[in-house]
């Protein structure tokens, strides 16, 4: 099982002091940096001080029993299974790879050889992209058929893709941790890298499309939603790794449009603490920041808080991307 779904089953048990030292630690960690999962932890504790209020008792012997078995009951009733996650997840990853496909299958030599600010020609950004997805394929041991010299980028590139797209449907666990592909190294859960892939595969997508001068559709707000939730789970990490970690307490991400919401971003790694700063922005702003599509200045924004704090949470999440 993965942690989002170990902490969903151990929420009600937390609310009541029902879980011991390592389970509490494991649930006010993921809060710290799961929306979703904050607001059903303020929603269960909240619950639990009214139906306490005047009196403190000792958890009854079994309620931690008899809790997680309702949870479970009613979780396996009403959620998808982690293979039916994974699958929707890989299916992301196949719709931006046949957006993309239908797009560099229009250009004709002259369009390959476009300039890119990043990889010289559209062609280097597609090789650049192959190697980000052969570099997946090949932790998981995906076999990758052979390809000839002089085979051109959009064959080889394609070749890759539909190899991870075949291998990644084929039950492959999600919760295998992989290296995440990007300057800062990191080994995360493989539904995590599957949703890098299907993001980077649609940041080329927008940045082939602003080359050929055409504006395309963002993705499914579902889609946009995946990259948030994934950009915020590496920000504290990242915070941690590019200087002083903030002081203890919490981020409040509010996006707007397409894929919006309210996210609970924990500031350093330890955990929990004090709501210290909030950042609006328009959710597909946001994950192009994350794709250093947007350098932080850029990025039309609002925040309260401490101004160098703010700054520094913006630089950590223009570092997300993989370039």
Known sequence: MDAHGTVLELLGAWAVGACDEGETAAVEAHIGHCGSCAAEARRLRAAAHVLTAGRV????????????????????????SGTAVLGRLVDAYARQVASLDGLLSALDPAGWRLPDPRHGSIGGLVTHLTANDTALATEL?????????????????????DTLVRGLG???????????????????????????????????????????????????????????????????????????PPAAGTARLGLTGEGGGSWTVALCPSGIGPEIMTLTAEATDFCRLAANRYTPAEMPHRATGDPALVAQVLHATSLLGCD
């Open 57 to 80: 008792d000792t958890p009854p012997r079994g309620l931690r029993t008899s809790l997680l078995t309702d949870v479970r009951r009613r979780r396996s009733a009403n959620e998808p």
């Open 141 to 161: 041991d995906l076999p990758i058929p052979a390809r000839p010299a002089g085979t051109d980028p959009h064959a080889a590139w394609r070749t890759v893709a």
């Open 170 to 244: 084929s039950g492959t666990r999600g919760d295998a941790e992989v290296r995440l592909a990007g300057r800062v190294p990191l080994r995360r859960p493989l539904r995590e890298a599957v949703i890098q892939r299907a993001f980077e595969t649609w940041i080329h997508l927008d940045d082939v499309g602003a080359m050929l001068g055409r504006e395309l559709a963002p993705p499914p707000a579902d889609h946009v939603r995946h990259v948030v939730d994934f950009a915020v789970g590496l920000l504290p990490s990242t915070l941690a790794a590019t200087g002083t």
